[in-house]
Protein backbone atom coordinates (compact mmCIF):
# COMPACT_ATOMS: atom_id res chain seq x y z
CA UNK A 1 0.00 0.00 0.00
CA UNK A 2 2.90 2.72 1.02
CA UNK A 3 4.74 1.72 -2.24
CA UNK A 4 1.75 2.54 -4.36
CA UNK A 5 0.71 5.68 -3.03
CA UNK A 6 4.09 7.37 -3.38
CA UNK A 7 4.13 5.57 -6.68
CA UNK A 8 0.87 7.61 -7.21
CA UNK A 9 1.74 10.65 -5.72
CA UNK A 10 4.68 11.15 -8.06
CA UNK A 11 2.97 10.34 -10.78
CA UNK A 12 0.38 13.33 -9.77
CA UNK A 13 3.14 15.56 -9.29
CA UNK A 14 3.79 16.07 -12.80
CA UNK A 15 0.72 17.35 -13.70
CA UNK A 16 0.53 19.73 -10.83
CA UNK A 17 1.76 23.44 -10.46
CA UNK A 18 2.23 25.13 -7.90
CA UNK A 19 1.44 28.93 -8.27
CA UNK A 20 3.09 30.42 -5.79
CA UNK A 21 6.64 29.20 -6.62
CA UNK A 22 5.65 29.66 -10.14
CA UNK A 23 5.20 33.71 -9.38
CA UNK A 24 8.63 33.25 -7.15
CA UNK A 25 10.69 32.65 -10.06
CA UNK A 26 8.83 34.76 -12.70
CA UNK A 27 9.88 37.46 -10.16
CA UNK A 28 13.66 36.85 -10.04
CA UNK A 29 16.00 39.10 -11.94
CA UNK A 30 18.19 37.68 -13.90
CA UNK A 31 21.93 39.91 -13.13
CA UNK A 32 22.97 42.40 -15.86
CA UNK A 33 26.91 41.10 -15.10
CA UNK A 34 28.05 38.68 -17.30
CA UNK A 35 29.95 36.74 -14.27
CA UNK A 36 27.35 36.23 -11.64
CA UNK A 37 26.90 32.70 -13.04
CA UNK A 38 30.54 32.36 -11.96
CA UNK A 39 29.60 33.77 -8.61
CA UNK A 40 27.50 30.82 -7.95
CA UNK A 41 29.99 28.34 -8.66
CA UNK A 42 32.72 30.08 -6.77
CA UNK A 43 30.47 30.46 -3.70
CA UNK A 44 30.65 26.84 -2.83
CA UNK A 45 33.42 25.86 -0.82
CA UNK A 46 35.43 22.37 -1.87
CA UNK A 47 33.95 19.73 1.17
CA UNK A 48 35.99 17.04 1.08
CA UNK A 49 38.62 16.07 3.68
CA UNK A 50 41.40 15.33 1.55
CA UNK A 51 43.99 17.96 1.97
CA UNK A 52 45.02 17.47 -2.06
CA UNK A 53 41.41 17.75 -3.12
CA UNK A 54 41.08 20.46 -1.15
CA UNK A 55 44.40 22.12 -2.06
CA UNK A 56 43.80 22.24 -5.81
CA UNK A 57 39.43 23.02 -5.62
CA UNK A 58 40.52 26.15 -3.86
CA UNK A 59 43.28 26.69 -5.61
CA UNK A 60 41.57 26.64 -8.74
CA UNK A 61 38.99 28.98 -6.91
CA UNK A 62 41.53 31.40 -5.92
CA UNK A 63 43.16 31.62 -9.10
CA UNK A 64 39.86 32.20 -10.65
CA UNK A 65 39.05 35.36 -8.53
CA UNK A 66 42.28 36.67 -9.02
CA UNK A 67 42.46 36.89 -13.13
CA UNK A 68 38.69 38.16 -12.96
CA UNK A 69 39.63 40.60 -10.74
CA UNK A 70 42.53 41.66 -12.83
CA UNK A 71 39.68 42.09 -15.80
CA UNK A 72 37.44 44.27 -14.16
CA UNK A 73 40.06 46.38 -12.55
CA UNK A 74 41.58 47.14 -16.35
CA UNK A 75 37.54 47.69 -17.09
CA UNK A 76 37.72 50.22 -14.32
CA UNK A 77 34.50 48.84 -12.89
CA UNK A 78 35.39 49.65 -8.76
CA UNK A 79 32.31 48.31 -7.35
CA UNK A 80 32.74 44.75 -8.68
CA UNK A 81 36.56 44.56 -7.72
CA UNK A 82 36.04 45.61 -4.37
CA UNK A 83 33.08 42.76 -3.71
CA UNK A 84 35.65 40.40 -5.28
CA UNK A 85 38.50 41.37 -3.14
CA UNK A 86 36.24 40.72 -0.02
CA UNK A 87 35.08 37.28 -1.75
CA UNK A 88 38.73 36.31 -2.73
CA UNK A 89 40.11 37.06 0.91
CA UNK A 90 37.18 34.76 2.43
CA UNK A 91 38.10 32.16 0.12
CA UNK A 92 41.91 32.51 1.26
CA UNK A 93 41.19 32.48 4.35
CA UNK A 94 39.02 29.13 4.13
CA UNK A 95 41.53 28.02 2.52
CA UNK A 96 44.51 28.23 5.40
CA UNK A 97 41.82 27.15 8.12
CA UNK A 98 40.63 24.21 6.34
CA UNK A 99 43.87 23.33 5.26
CA UNK A 100 45.11 23.43 9.02
CA UNK A 101 42.42 21.48 10.06
CA UNK A 102 43.18 18.41 7.95
CA UNK A 103 46.60 18.61 7.28
CA UNK A 104 49.92 17.94 9.80
CA UNK A 105 51.54 20.66 11.50
CA UNK A 106 52.20 23.72 9.38
CA UNK A 107 56.15 24.91 8.95
CA UNK A 108 58.01 27.89 9.77
CA UNK A 109 58.02 29.00 6.07
CA UNK A 110 54.24 27.97 5.44
CA UNK A 111 53.14 29.86 8.39
CA UNK A 112 55.34 33.12 7.14
CA UNK A 113 53.63 32.96 3.64
CA UNK A 114 49.93 32.62 4.77
CA UNK A 115 50.06 35.29 6.92
CA UNK A 116 52.01 38.10 3.75
CA UNK A 117 49.18 36.28 2.17
CA UNK A 118 46.16 37.53 4.58
CA UNK A 119 47.79 40.87 5.15
CA UNK A 120 47.71 41.53 1.62
CA UNK A 121 44.42 40.48 1.39
CA UNK A 122 43.08 42.66 3.91
CA UNK A 123 45.43 45.12 2.16
CA UNK A 124 43.47 44.85 -0.91
CA UNK A 125 39.96 44.96 0.59
CA UNK A 126 40.66 48.38 2.04
CA UNK A 127 42.70 50.23 -0.72
CA UNK A 128 39.55 49.00 -3.09
CA UNK A 129 37.05 50.39 -0.61
CA UNK A 130 39.05 53.61 -1.10
CA UNK A 131 38.67 53.61 -4.76
CA UNK A 132 35.03 53.43 -4.24
CA UNK A 133 34.81 56.46 -2.29
CA UNK A 134 37.73 58.18 -4.64
CA UNK A 135 36.22 61.22 -7.41
CA UNK A 136 39.38 62.60 -8.74
CA UNK A 137 40.71 60.69 -11.87
CA UNK A 138 44.28 61.16 -11.12
CA UNK A 139 44.35 60.19 -7.67
CA UNK A 140 41.85 57.41 -8.76
CA UNK A 141 44.40 56.40 -11.85
CA UNK A 142 47.29 56.81 -8.91
CA UNK A 143 44.91 53.98 -6.87
CA UNK A 144 44.90 51.65 -9.51
CA UNK A 145 48.24 51.49 -10.00
CA UNK A 146 48.46 50.67 -6.01
CA UNK A 147 45.55 48.37 -6.41
CA UNK A 148 47.36 46.13 -9.64
CA UNK A 149 50.73 46.22 -7.62
CA UNK A 150 48.99 44.42 -5.12
CA UNK A 151 46.93 42.18 -6.78
CA UNK A 152 50.50 41.38 -8.13
CA UNK A 153 52.13 40.58 -5.03
CA UNK A 154 48.92 38.68 -3.54
CA UNK A 155 49.36 36.18 -6.43
CA UNK A 156 52.89 35.74 -5.65
CA UNK A 157 52.35 35.04 -2.35
CA UNK A 158 49.42 32.76 -3.08
CA UNK A 159 51.30 30.62 -5.65
CA UNK A 160 53.98 30.54 -2.96
CA UNK A 161 51.98 28.98 -0.45
CA UNK A 162 50.03 26.95 -2.82
CA UNK A 163 53.29 25.09 -4.41
CA UNK A 164 54.80 24.61 -0.54
CA UNK A 165 51.65 23.01 0.96
CA UNK A 166 51.38 20.84 -2.87
CA UNK A 167 54.99 20.04 -2.33
CA UNK A 168 53.88 18.91 1.19
CA UNK A 169 51.64 16.53 0.15
CA UNK A 170 53.78 15.51 -3.14
CA UNK A 171 56.45 14.58 -0.40
CA UNK A 172 53.88 12.77 1.23
CA UNK A 173 52.82 10.07 -1.87
CA UNK A 174 56.41 9.48 -2.56
CA UNK A 175 57.24 8.62 1.04
CA UNK A 176 54.02 6.39 1.34
CA UNK A 177 55.36 4.41 -2.12
CA UNK A 178 58.86 4.22 -1.29
CA UNK A 179 58.27 2.80 1.85
CA UNK A 180 55.14 0.69 0.91
CA UNK A 181 55.06 -3.05 0.60
CA UNK A 182 51.22 -3.71 0.14
CA UNK A 183 49.95 -3.64 -3.38
CA UNK A 184 46.72 -1.93 -2.69
CA UNK A 185 48.25 1.30 -0.82
CA UNK A 186 50.57 1.40 -4.13
CA UNK A 187 47.81 1.40 -6.42
CA UNK A 188 45.81 3.85 -4.31
CA UNK A 189 49.17 5.95 -4.11
CA UNK A 190 49.93 5.44 -7.51
CA UNK A 191 46.56 6.83 -8.63
CA UNK A 192 46.58 10.06 -6.47
CA UNK A 193 49.92 10.74 -7.97
CA UNK A 194 48.69 10.12 -11.77
CA UNK A 195 45.43 12.67 -10.57
CA UNK A 196 48.20 15.22 -9.58
CA UNK A 197 50.06 15.08 -12.70
CA UNK A 198 46.77 15.51 -15.20
CA UNK A 199 46.69 18.98 -13.18
CA UNK A 200 49.70 20.37 -15.25
CA UNK A 201 53.36 20.90 -15.84
CA UNK A 202 53.99 22.50 -12.52
CA UNK A 203 52.64 19.89 -10.65
CA UNK A 204 54.53 17.47 -12.85
CA UNK A 205 57.76 19.26 -11.94
CA UNK A 206 57.14 19.06 -7.87
CA UNK A 207 56.57 15.35 -8.03
CA UNK A 208 59.78 15.09 -9.96
CA UNK A 209 61.90 17.25 -7.83
CA UNK A 210 60.58 15.33 -4.92
CA UNK A 211 61.43 12.15 -6.26
CA UNK A 212 58.37 11.07 -7.78
CA UNK A 213 60.31 9.12 -10.52
CA UNK A 214 62.59 7.42 -8.33
CA UNK A 215 60.02 5.56 -6.54
CA UNK A 216 57.88 4.98 -9.53
CA UNK A 217 60.80 3.09 -10.80
CA UNK A 218 61.34 0.93 -7.93
CA UNK A 219 57.90 -0.37 -8.48
CA UNK A 220 58.60 -0.88 -11.87
CA UNK A 221 61.52 -3.09 -10.72
CA UNK A 222 59.63 -5.23 -8.01
CA UNK A 223 58.37 -8.45 -9.74
CA UNK A 224 55.61 -8.60 -6.83
CA UNK A 225 54.11 -5.45 -8.10
CA UNK A 226 53.48 -6.24 -11.76
CA UNK A 227 49.78 -5.73 -11.70
CA UNK A 228 50.97 -2.44 -11.35
CA UNK A 229 53.83 -1.95 -13.96
CA UNK A 230 50.86 -0.20 -16.53
CA UNK A 231 49.69 2.54 -13.78
CA UNK A 232 52.99 3.46 -12.59
CA UNK A 233 54.63 3.43 -15.88
CA UNK A 234 51.59 6.07 -17.26
CA UNK A 235 52.41 7.88 -14.55
CA UNK A 236 55.82 8.15 -15.31
CA UNK A 237 54.89 9.30 -19.08
CA UNK A 238 52.87 12.43 -18.20
CA UNK A 239 55.92 13.67 -15.22
CA UNK A 240 58.16 13.16 -18.18
CA UNK A 241 55.99 16.41 -19.94
CA UNK A 242 58.91 18.37 -18.47
CA UNK A 243 62.68 18.69 -18.17
CA UNK A 244 62.99 17.59 -14.38
CA UNK A 245 61.07 14.42 -14.92
CA UNK A 246 63.59 13.45 -17.83
CA UNK A 247 66.73 13.95 -15.83
CA UNK A 248 65.58 11.90 -13.08
CA UNK A 249 64.62 9.20 -15.51
CA UNK A 250 67.53 9.13 -16.74
CA UNK A 251 69.64 9.52 -13.71
CA UNK A 252 67.63 6.39 -11.85
CA UNK A 253 68.91 4.45 -15.85
CA UNK A 254 64.80 4.43 -16.79
CA UNK A 255 65.72 3.80 -20.14
CA UNK A 256 67.35 1.14 -19.56
CA UNK A 257 64.63 0.05 -17.68
CA UNK A 258 62.08 0.38 -20.38
CA UNK A 259 64.20 -1.58 -22.73
CA UNK A 260 64.12 -4.69 -19.88
CA UNK A 261 60.13 -4.55 -20.02
CA UNK A 262 60.18 -4.05 -23.52
CA UNK A 263 61.92 -7.18 -24.82
CA UNK A 264 60.44 -9.08 -21.92
CA UNK A 265 57.89 -10.90 -23.33
CA UNK A 266 56.52 -12.10 -20.12
CA UNK A 267 55.28 -8.74 -19.31
CA UNK A 268 51.45 -8.28 -20.63
CA UNK A 269 50.73 -6.20 -23.63
CA UNK A 270 49.06 -3.25 -21.46
CA UNK A 271 52.71 -3.12 -19.66
CA UNK A 272 54.83 -3.17 -23.08
CA UNK A 273 52.48 -0.65 -24.54
CA UNK A 274 52.59 2.23 -21.19
CA UNK A 275 56.44 1.60 -21.81
CA UNK A 276 56.17 2.31 -25.41
CA UNK A 277 54.17 5.09 -24.22
CA UNK A 278 57.16 6.08 -21.98
CA UNK A 279 59.54 5.71 -24.63
CA UNK A 280 57.60 8.34 -26.82
CA UNK A 281 57.14 11.12 -24.23
CA UNK A 282 61.59 10.97 -23.69
CA UNK A 283 61.91 10.92 -27.51
CA UNK A 284 59.29 13.89 -28.45
CA UNK A 285 60.78 16.16 -30.98
CA UNK A 286 58.31 19.31 -29.48
CA UNK A 287 60.81 18.96 -26.42
CA UNK A 288 64.27 20.26 -26.73
CA UNK A 289 65.44 18.96 -23.78
CA UNK A 290 64.83 15.30 -24.48
CA UNK A 291 67.87 15.65 -27.40
CA UNK A 292 70.49 15.13 -24.62
CA UNK A 293 69.00 11.93 -23.61
CA UNK A 294 72.75 10.42 -24.15
CA UNK A 295 71.23 6.84 -22.19
CA UNK A 296 68.58 6.66 -24.61
CA UNK A 297 71.12 5.41 -27.97
CA UNK A 298 72.62 2.80 -25.94
CA UNK A 299 69.81 0.42 -25.79
CA UNK A 300 68.00 2.29 -29.37
CA UNK A 301 68.35 -0.86 -31.26
CA UNK A 302 66.60 -3.06 -28.45
CA UNK A 303 64.07 -0.65 -28.15
CA UNK A 304 63.65 -0.09 -31.88
CA UNK A 305 63.43 -4.13 -32.34
CA UNK A 306 60.72 -4.33 -29.45
CA UNK A 307 58.42 -1.65 -30.85
CA UNK A 308 58.66 -3.19 -34.25
CA UNK A 309 57.58 -6.52 -32.83
CA UNK A 310 54.43 -4.93 -30.54
CA UNK A 311 53.17 -3.17 -33.41
CA UNK A 312 52.87 -6.43 -35.61
CA UNK A 313 51.82 -8.52 -32.49
CA UNK A 314 48.89 -5.34 -31.28
CA UNK A 315 45.81 -6.22 -30.57
CA UNK A 316 44.23 -3.29 -30.25
CA UNK A 317 44.33 0.07 -32.36
CA UNK A 318 45.56 1.71 -28.69
CA UNK A 319 48.70 -0.12 -28.49
CA UNK A 320 49.16 -0.30 -32.15
CA UNK A 321 49.21 3.68 -31.99
CA UNK A 322 51.55 4.10 -28.81
CA UNK A 323 54.17 1.46 -30.42
CA UNK A 324 54.24 3.48 -33.67
CA UNK A 325 54.21 6.69 -31.76
CA UNK A 326 57.33 5.58 -30.43
CA UNK A 327 59.06 4.76 -33.22
CA UNK A 328 58.11 8.29 -35.27
CA UNK A 329 59.46 9.93 -32.34
CA UNK A 330 62.52 7.95 -32.24
CA UNK A 331 63.39 8.49 -36.17
CA UNK A 332 63.39 11.80 -35.37
CA UNK A 333 65.56 11.13 -32.23
CA UNK A 334 68.40 9.75 -34.15
CA UNK A 335 69.27 9.00 -37.99
CA UNK A 336 70.14 5.41 -37.66
CA UNK A 337 66.78 4.61 -36.10
CA UNK A 338 65.34 4.60 -40.01
CA UNK A 339 68.34 2.40 -40.90
CA UNK A 340 67.18 -0.14 -37.86
CA UNK A 341 63.44 -0.22 -39.31
CA UNK A 342 64.75 -0.91 -42.69
CA UNK A 343 66.56 -3.86 -41.80
CA UNK A 344 63.47 -5.10 -39.60
CA UNK A 345 61.30 -4.82 -42.62
CA UNK A 346 59.41 -2.15 -40.77
CA UNK A 347 57.83 -1.10 -43.78
CA UNK A 348 56.03 -4.44 -44.37
CA UNK A 349 54.89 -4.44 -40.66
CA UNK A 350 53.07 -0.96 -40.98
CA UNK A 351 51.76 -1.26 -44.22
CA UNK A 352 50.30 -4.34 -43.30
CA UNK A 353 48.58 -2.95 -40.60
CA UNK A 354 47.04 -0.41 -42.39
CA UNK A 355 44.69 -2.83 -44.06
CA UNK A 356 43.82 -3.95 -40.30
CA UNK A 357 40.68 -1.99 -39.36
CA UNK A 358 41.53 -3.16 -35.64
CA UNK A 359 45.12 -1.87 -35.43
CA UNK A 360 44.90 1.44 -37.31
CA UNK A 361 41.39 2.72 -37.40
CA UNK A 362 42.31 6.48 -36.59
CA UNK A 363 43.60 9.33 -38.46
CA UNK A 364 46.03 9.95 -35.03
CA UNK A 365 47.42 6.40 -36.46
CA UNK A 366 47.97 7.17 -39.97
CA UNK A 367 49.88 9.88 -38.65
CA UNK A 368 52.09 8.00 -36.65
CA UNK A 369 52.52 5.28 -39.59
CA UNK A 370 53.20 8.36 -42.64
CA UNK A 371 55.76 10.05 -40.33
CA UNK A 372 57.91 7.24 -40.13
CA UNK A 373 57.79 6.62 -43.49
CA UNK A 374 58.50 9.92 -44.99
CA UNK A 375 61.43 9.82 -42.25
CA UNK A 376 62.67 6.82 -43.95
CA UNK A 377 62.07 7.42 -47.55
CA UNK A 378 65.29 9.03 -47.19
CA UNK A 379 67.26 6.45 -47.27
CA UNK A 380 67.53 4.90 -51.34
CA UNK A 381 66.56 1.44 -50.61
CA UNK A 382 63.46 2.35 -49.24
CA UNK A 383 62.19 2.56 -52.63
CA UNK A 384 62.06 -0.68 -53.48
CA UNK A 385 60.22 -1.68 -50.04
CA UNK A 386 57.81 0.63 -51.03
CA UNK A 387 56.86 -0.45 -54.30
CA UNK A 388 56.85 -4.23 -52.94
CA UNK A 389 54.43 -4.34 -50.22
CA UNK A 390 52.14 -1.88 -52.33
CA UNK A 391 53.58 1.34 -50.60
CA UNK A 392 52.50 3.79 -53.28
CA UNK A 393 48.58 3.14 -53.52
CA UNK A 394 48.54 3.38 -49.60
CA UNK A 395 50.26 6.45 -49.87
CA UNK A 396 48.07 7.75 -52.32
CA UNK A 397 45.05 6.80 -50.04
CA UNK A 398 46.54 8.76 -47.43
CA UNK A 399 46.27 12.07 -49.56
CA UNK A 400 42.73 11.01 -49.31
CA UNK A 401 42.03 11.28 -45.80
CA UNK A 402 39.19 12.85 -44.08
CA UNK A 403 38.10 13.62 -40.39
CA UNK A 404 34.77 11.51 -39.76
CA UNK A 405 34.00 13.83 -36.38
CA UNK A 406 35.06 16.85 -37.48
CA UNK A 407 36.98 18.05 -34.41
CA UNK A 408 39.79 20.43 -34.40
CA UNK A 409 42.33 17.75 -33.32
CA UNK A 410 41.02 14.98 -35.95
CA UNK A 411 41.15 17.69 -38.64
CA UNK A 412 44.52 18.91 -37.68
CA UNK A 413 45.84 15.10 -37.77
CA UNK A 414 43.99 14.46 -41.17
CA UNK A 415 45.98 17.65 -42.48
CA UNK A 416 49.30 16.06 -40.71
CA UNK A 417 48.60 12.48 -42.75
CA UNK A 418 47.82 14.26 -46.68
CA UNK A 419 51.22 16.89 -45.48
CA UNK A 420 53.02 13.98 -44.84
CA UNK A 421 52.07 11.35 -47.38
CA UNK A 422 53.03 14.62 -49.84
CA UNK A 423 56.64 14.82 -48.31
CA UNK A 424 56.63 10.81 -48.76
CA UNK A 425 55.66 11.08 -52.18
CA UNK A 426 58.55 13.58 -53.18
CA UNK A 427 61.21 12.26 -51.29
CA UNK A 428 60.66 8.53 -52.78
CA UNK A 429 60.44 9.69 -56.44
CA UNK A 430 63.89 10.38 -56.81
CA UNK A 431 63.51 6.51 -57.93
CA UNK A 432 61.94 6.39 -61.36
CA UNK A 433 60.13 3.03 -60.88
CA UNK A 434 57.98 4.79 -57.75
CA UNK A 435 57.44 7.84 -59.83
CA UNK A 436 56.18 5.86 -62.79
CA UNK A 437 54.00 3.75 -60.19
CA UNK A 438 52.49 6.79 -58.60
CA UNK A 439 51.98 8.36 -62.14
CA UNK A 440 50.10 5.26 -63.57
CA UNK A 441 47.59 5.24 -59.84
CA UNK A 442 46.76 8.92 -61.56
CA UNK A 443 48.85 10.35 -58.57
CA UNK A 444 48.96 13.48 -60.34
CA UNK A 445 45.45 14.23 -60.31
CA UNK A 446 45.14 14.09 -56.87
CA UNK A 447 47.70 16.47 -56.40
CA UNK A 448 46.55 18.97 -58.58
CA UNK A 449 43.07 18.58 -56.53
CA UNK A 450 44.58 19.38 -53.33
CA UNK A 451 46.19 22.58 -54.93
CA UNK A 452 43.39 23.94 -56.57
CA UNK A 453 41.02 22.99 -53.52
CA UNK A 454 40.97 24.41 -50.68
CA UNK A 455 38.61 22.43 -49.08
CA UNK A 456 40.17 19.51 -50.41
CA UNK A 457 43.01 20.49 -48.19
CA UNK A 458 40.97 22.07 -45.55
CA UNK A 459 42.80 25.20 -46.41
CA UNK A 460 46.11 24.29 -45.12
CA UNK A 461 49.08 26.18 -46.43
CA UNK A 462 51.46 23.09 -45.04
CA UNK A 463 49.47 20.70 -47.25
CA UNK A 464 49.67 23.03 -50.26
CA UNK A 465 53.38 23.52 -50.15
CA UNK A 466 54.22 19.84 -49.99
CA UNK A 467 51.68 18.95 -52.32
CA UNK A 468 53.64 21.48 -54.94
CA UNK A 469 56.43 19.89 -54.13
CA UNK A 470 55.37 15.94 -55.63
CA UNK A 471 53.65 17.31 -58.24
CA UNK A 472 56.67 18.86 -59.67
CA UNK A 473 59.03 16.36 -58.38
CA UNK A 474 56.58 13.97 -60.53
CA UNK A 475 56.29 16.36 -63.72
CA UNK A 476 60.21 16.00 -64.43
CA UNK A 477 59.32 12.52 -64.62
CA UNK A 478 56.58 12.53 -66.67
CA UNK A 479 55.33 15.77 -68.03
CA UNK A 480 53.05 14.65 -70.59
CA UNK A 481 50.06 13.92 -67.51
CA UNK A 482 49.72 17.29 -67.22
CA UNK A 483 47.52 19.78 -68.58
CA UNK A 484 49.41 22.94 -69.92
CA UNK A 485 47.14 25.54 -67.53
CA UNK A 486 48.46 22.88 -64.84
CA UNK A 487 52.06 23.17 -65.79
CA UNK A 488 52.21 26.78 -66.51
CA UNK A 489 50.22 27.60 -63.06
CA UNK A 490 51.81 24.61 -60.84
CA UNK A 491 54.79 23.97 -62.41
CA UNK A 492 57.09 26.37 -64.54
CA UNK A 493 56.57 29.13 -61.89
CA UNK A 494 58.81 29.39 -58.87
CA UNK A 495 57.46 27.48 -56.07
CA UNK A 496 56.28 30.93 -53.66
CA UNK A 497 54.61 31.97 -57.35
CA UNK A 498 52.66 28.81 -57.66
CA UNK A 499 51.81 28.99 -53.84
CA UNK A 500 50.59 32.28 -53.84
CA UNK A 501 48.36 31.43 -57.02
CA UNK A 502 47.23 28.64 -55.11
CA UNK A 503 46.49 29.92 -51.69
CA UNK A 504 44.62 33.05 -52.94
CA UNK A 505 42.50 31.11 -55.17
CA UNK A 506 38.43 31.03 -55.48
CA UNK A 507 37.29 27.76 -54.87
CA UNK A 508 34.50 26.99 -57.95
CA UNK A 509 31.20 25.33 -57.59
CA UNK A 510 30.07 24.77 -60.71
Not at 339 to 347: G, P, R, S, T, W
Request: aromatic content about 4%.
Amino acid sequence: MQVDSVQRWMEDLKLMTECECMCVLQAKPISLEEDAQGDLILAGGPGSGDPLQLLLKRGWVISTELRRIGQKLAQDRWARVHSMSVRLTCHARSMVSEYSAISRSSSQEMGQVEKLLMEKCSELSAVTERCLQAENEHVLKSMKACVSETLSTLGQHFGQLLELALTREVQALVRKIDASDNIYTTESTTGNLFSLTQEGAPLCRIIAKEGGVVALFKVCRQDNFRCLYPQALRTLASICCVEEGVHQLEKVDGVLCLADILTDDSHSEATRAEAAAVVAQVTSPHLSFTQHLSSFLESMEEIVTALVKLCQEASSGEVFLLASAALANITFFDTMACEMLLQLNAIRVLLEACSDKQRVDTPYTRDQIVTILANMSVLEQCASDIIQENGVQLIMGMLSEKPRSGTPAEVAACERVQQKAAVTLARLSRDPDVAREAVRLSCMSRLIELCRSPSERNSSDAVLVACLAALRRLAGVCPEGLQDSDFQQLVQPRLVDSFLLCSNMEESFV
